[in-house]
């Protein structure tokens, strides 16, 4: 009798994506994240200001080209893109770490171990943000037909002083909530971990899910702080990304760093 290999092997059992991380673990990320800042600020406030360029282009963009109706869908979704942009970030990082020096040049053109993996990866995000848009239209159109935009000064009194408006600002926090939760799971560790580590980028992303909801607890805490900073920099008329962007950016890489999977022959 023949038995026959499998075609794909068996995931090893034996990853340990559990950490024994304190509740406040976040913080010390963030402190961490804001001592990298502090170490020679220059290139970390550049990209942050980047970022807030970058930002503030396409939401003129968006109003110019009468796609302002998108606009609050699309700074939802970049969250789901920013990980990539912070990639930089992580290189200073990671240098930091290891003693380098850190120039602005490493930072715009990081030696990712993964290669083009990591641009994979920003596809697939920028794919997953172009899905939360449309669907966001498909909610709009679902609750109000087919009738124009009203505008950006009628919006607010129209979501939250009409039934219906109500009924779609909760089916729209409840999907974009389940985007959200989503794209954070297999964006939180793989970007960083594709410029640690020779990975491609499904094998990233679905270690980032399984090490997300493996130490759920702390990671929800994390998820947290990252949007009530981010809804801070919006308030701010998203000025505060110079600052935040490369604040959070660091703090990911020491996040990465305290529950990351060493390289090994079992693969921990």
């Not at 170490?39 to 360029?53: E, I």
């Not at 219906?164 to 909530?177: D, F, S």
């Not at 308030?235 to 660091?250: K, Q, R, T």
Request: glycine letters at 10%.
């Amino acid at each position: 009798m023949v038995i026959l290999p499998p075609v794909v092997p068996p995931l090893p059992v034996d990853k340990p994506y559990a950490r024994r991380l304190a509740a406040g673990a976040p913080f010390d990320w963030l402190r961490a994240g804001w001592r990298d800042l502090r170490t020679d600020p220059g290139p970390s406030l550049l990209h942050g200001l980047f970022v807030f360029l970058l930002s503030a282009l396409i939401i003129a963009g968006l109003i110019g080209f009468g796609w302002d109706y998108a606009l609050f869908p699309a700074i939802a979704g970049f969250l789901v893109f920013a990980p990539t942009l912070a990639i930089g970030l992580y290189a200073k990082s990671r240098a930091l770490e290891q003693g380098k020096p850190v120039s602005l040049r490493q930072m715009l053109l990081p030696q990712a171990a993964a290669g083009g993996q990591v641009l994979f990866t920003g596809a697939l995000l920028c794919g997953v943000m172009l899905l939360w848009l449309r669907a966001a239209v498909i909610i709009y159109a679902i609750f109000f037909g087919v009738q124009p935009f009203p505008g950006l000064d009628y919006i607010a009194p129209m979501l939250f002083t009409t039934p219906i408006g109500l009924a779609m600002l909760a089916v729209g926090t409840l999907v974009g909530g389940l985007f959200a939760a989503f794209s954070f799971a297999i964006s939180a560790f793989s970007i960083p971990m594709m410029l640690d580590q020779r990975v491609d980028a499904l094998t990233a992303m679905g270690t980032s899910w399984a090490l997300v909801v493996n130490n759920l607890r702390v990671m929800l805490v994390w998820a947290a702080i990252v949007l009530a900073l981010f809804l801070l920099s919006v308030v701010s008329g998203l000025l505060g990304l110079v600052i935040v962007f490369p604040w959070l950016g660091h703090a990911t890489w020491h996040a990465y760093r305290a529950v990351r999977l060493t390289p090994g022959p079992h693969g921990a």
